[in-house]
């Protein structure tokens, strides 16, 4: 799919503007004031939230197999959760998910 040049020049810094004026409002707004407890209590969950929407697609869909499960990025992600939890090390758990998908790719 190409996009018109003269649309991507509109588009770009309206994007951009828009992406500002939003941080914007949360950091320049409150700027030097402490953050009320629940919003900051909240704050705390957002990598938590994150991160799963990011790593959850390329397990479950992942471009290398043209979009269908894989075992091997299955129990890689079972692994790596299963380190973590038992652990609480993020480290553990990124090498032993990475060693069991390299493993499990070479082997299947």
Excluded: Q
């Excluded at 949360?26 to 030097?32: E, I, P, Q, R």
């Amino acid at each position: 799919m190409k996009i018109d040049p003269a649309t991507f020049w509109i588009v770009l810094p309206v994007l951009g503007l828009g992406t500002y004026l939003i941080r914007f409002s949360f950091l320049g707004m409150l700027g030097s004031r402490p953050l009320p407890g629940p919003l900051r209590r909240a704050l705390r969950y957002t990598a938590v939230g994150i991160l799963p929407g990011l790593v959850a697609p390329a397990v479950l869909w992942p471009p290398a197999t043209g979009g269908a499960p894989d075992a091997a990025r299955l129990a890689a992600a079972c692994v790596t959760l299963a380190v973590g939890v038992a652990t609480r090390s993020v480290i553990g758990a990124i090498l032993a998910g990475g060693i069991t998908l390299y493993t499990l790719l070479w082997l299947l």
